[in-house]
């Protein structure tokens, strides 16, 4: 590899699990460098794409979709966070991230609704991608309950589905709203 001679025509193209924002920081690098060495007017020739809205669309659809709506629901209230997916997927560690930046140790990375032990305890995936139980989830909280739940791009819709049903099932009907008065109210909020 020679960055004289190789460094002087490329393109960027992502079809990773990376967050979005990661993989254009990465191509907004390298066109800064190639404008520095070759000046902006001829950006083009040296940089394959120079248009970043081309480069968004060589990101993974799905999991770029469910990076924004991760990153949506990121800005609402809620006491927790739920991330569904596979122990080694990357795109459920990189939206477990998000939610961890916000939620610190309320944030728990789960496969599936096994690992809900009960009201009190959730076996999860800690930012070192280590299996934990935790003792103190949905006990402490004296008033309703918002629990952000999102999954991996190749999570079944089926285990989502079940996660909700566990967790449901641990509280009475009367405090649970309705999936579509929930949605409403989100929808409301854009």
Do not use: W
Not at 46 to 71: M, P, W
Not at 95 to 102: D, H, R, V
Not at 129 to 143: A, D, G
């Amino acid at each position: 590899f020679d960055p004289l001679k190789d460094l002087s025509k490329l393109a960027v193209v992502n079809q990773t699990t990376l967050l979005a924002s990661e993989t254009l920081a990465i191509a907004d690098f390298l066109r800064d460098i190639l404008i520095k060495k070759y000046g902006e007017e001829n950006l083009a020739h040296h940089f394959g794409e120079s248009n970043k809205d081309k480069l968004g669309n060589t990101l993974c659809y799905a999991t770029n979709v469910n990076q924004e709506a991760a990153r949506m629901m990121l800005e609402e209230d809620a006491d927790y966070a739920i991330i569904i997916g596979g122990h080694n997927s990357s795109n459920t560690s990189q939206l477990y991230k998000l939610a961890e930046e916000k939620f610190g140790e309320k944030a728990y990375y789960i496969e599936s609704e096994q690992d809900i032990l009960s009201k009190e305890a959730i076996s999860h995936f800690d930012f070192k991608n280590k299996k934990v139980v935790t003792r103190s989830f949905l006990t402490e909280e004296l008033k309703p309950v918002k629990i952000m739940i999102t999954a991996g791009a190749s999570c079944p819709d089926g285990i989502i589905h079940q996660v909700v049903i566990k967790i449901n099932s641990f509280f009475e009907a009367g405090q649970i709203k309705d999936v579509d008065e929930v949605l409403a109210e989100f929808t409301e909020a854009f």
